[in-house]
């Protein structure tokens, strides 16, 4: 059919195809439209094409929708396409749509049916715990390979301090010290009095008092000065000696203040209790040079351990 508004095919329900483009037909076409309009609200669309646009001659094509009603909308309406109820039940349980069901028992049984989806889902997605890994057996507390040295070593008045050093004839090498010596200076006192450190490994000086000082280290036997730098209340200052011996600890700022250093890459090193006594554990067996400083003194001997326990005494 054609109408009086120009070369177009009118479908019959008011509107004219003209060129790809829908059109309203005169009152009539106008009031389809607004009947349309309200069907695509409520109702939506269908994907099928018109029997009508197939009679006249035309093809439907990819993306072009037809009312629900039969009719065409308007051109530029995009509509989604209309979900037909019989596919809905289809892809639902048939339960949920038995007459004589009512609203809330469909919605009662949609819920139970949910939470065993879920359930199920849960129980197919966890996983296996892998078993407990066997805790191996503590292992038992061996015996120390080290015996013990007990000696005695001549007495020095004046409470001097007496230090005895063990060092290996061979060359031996020791594990690290665990812990850094540390001298600290409090109530303008430098402590302790003798501090042992190891050779080629870090010490450190602190300033726990309430006043400025400096810490002044001078090698005693060639004189050399190895640092001399100022702390702050509450700073530190590590160090490394690289030659052993004795060293002597000074402050500027206080003459009064004063300490002795003793360096050595041997662990073995001690000092001798009022008696003379002294003594050495886990030493592994071996021979040792034994070096004993007692005032101006300077004693050796030779030692040789062999079992658990080594007597010895350096006169």
């Known amino acids: 059919m054609r109408n009086n ?6 479908g019959g329900n008011g509107f004219t195809q003209r060129n790809g483009a829908t059109e309203p037909n005169g ?21 099928r094409p018109s029997r009508r646009w197939k009679a006249a001659g035309h093809e439907s094509r990819p993306g072009e929708w037809r009312l629900a009603s039969g009719g065409f909308p308007p051109h530029g309406w995009r509509c989604a396409p209309r979900v037909e109820p019989e596919a809905l039940r289809s892809s639902v349980s048939p339960c949920l749509f038995l007459p004589g069901v009512s609203a809330n028992a469909r919605a009662l049984l ?17 996983e296996t715990p892998p078993p407990p890994a066997a805790v191996a057996p503590a292992p038992a507390a061996s015996a120390s390979a080290g015996g013990r040295i007990v000696g005695t070593v001549p007495r020095v008045a004046n409470a001097i301090l007496v230090v005895v050093v063990l060092e290996p004839k061979t060359p031996h090498e020791y594990p690290l010290q665990i812990e850094k ?13 003798m501090l042992f450190v190891r050779t080629g490994q870090p010490s450190e000086f602190r300033n726990s008092d309430d006043t400025l000082h400096n810490v002044h280290v001078t090698h005693e036997e060639t004189r050399e000065p190895q640092f ?30 004063s300490a002795e250093i003793f360096a050595s890459a041997s662990p073995y090193v001690t000092t001798a209790d009022g ?3 002294f003594t050495f554990d886990d030493v592994p067996p071996g021979a040792y040079a034994m070096t004993v400083y007692a005032g101006a003194r300077r004693l050796q001997r030779d030692v040789e351990v062999k079992g658990a326990l080594t007597q010895v005494a350096v006169e």
Request: aromatic share 10%.
């Open 228 to 257: 001399n730098v100022a702390i702050p209340t509450g700073e530190t200052y590590e160090y490394t000696f690289k030659r052993d011996g004795f060293y002597h600890v000074g402050c500027d700022i206080h003459p009064s203040m």
């Open 27 to 47: 009152a009539f076409g106008r009031r389809n439209a607004k009947r349309n309009a309200e069907r695509v609200r409520r109702v939506g669309l269908r994907s």
């Open 110 to 126: 949609l819920g139970v049916l949910c939470v065993l989806c879920g359930y199920l889902f849960a129980g197919c997605s966890k």
């Open 275 to 277: 008696e003379g006594g």
């Open 5 to 10: 508004q120009g070369n177009g095919v009118d």
């Open 181 to 193: 010596p540390v001298m600290d200076q409090v109530s303008a006192t430098f402590g302790p009095a």
